[in-house]
Nanobody, 124 residues
Framework: QVQLVESGGGLVQAGGSLRLSCAASGRTFSSYGMGWFRQAPGKEREFVAAISWIGTNTNYADSVKGRFTISRDNAKNTVYLQMNSLKPEDTAVYYC?????????????????WGQGTQVTVSS
């Protein structure tokens, strides 16, 4: 069992930056692939970024490539999402998720555990 708690969301102006964190419980965190998803009001939850268990493989949605960076610190049981050059369309609740197989998948169904989410609001 893995429990995930996101933090770092908030209100920021367009062009600004935020860093989200996802703290995981459990001694097996380092074996899980980790992902970030987001869900805007009235929209489906969509993939944002993912990182494999050892951090060598990453995937990004086209909409965030070059602006967002996913990273992890297995010693701290934490995964991060650095978000730069934020746009109003990045406004959403951001969720982190854990993949038991340790990969960096892009599909929601491939993740086994989810956090409760943190709100990110980007004003224009």
């Amino acid at each position: 069992q893995v429990q995930l708690v996101e933090s770092g969301g908030g209100l920021v102006q367009a062009g600004g930056s935020l860093r989200l964190s996802c703290a995981a419980s459990g001694r097996t965190f380092s074996s899980y692939g980790m992902g970030w998803f987001r869900q805007a009001p009235g929209k489906e939850r969509e993939f944002v970024a993912a990182i494999s268990w050892i951090g060598t493989n990453t995937n990004y949605a086209d909409s965030v490539k070059g602006r967002f960076t996913i990273s992890r610190d297995n010693a701290k049981n934490t995964v991060y999402l650095q978000m730069n050059s934020l746009k109003p369309e990045d406004t959403a609740v951001y969720y982190c998720a854990a993949d038991y197989l340790g990969l960096a998948p892009v599909e929601r169904y491939e993740y086994d555990y989810w956090g409760q989410g943190t709100q990110v609001t980007v004003s224009s």
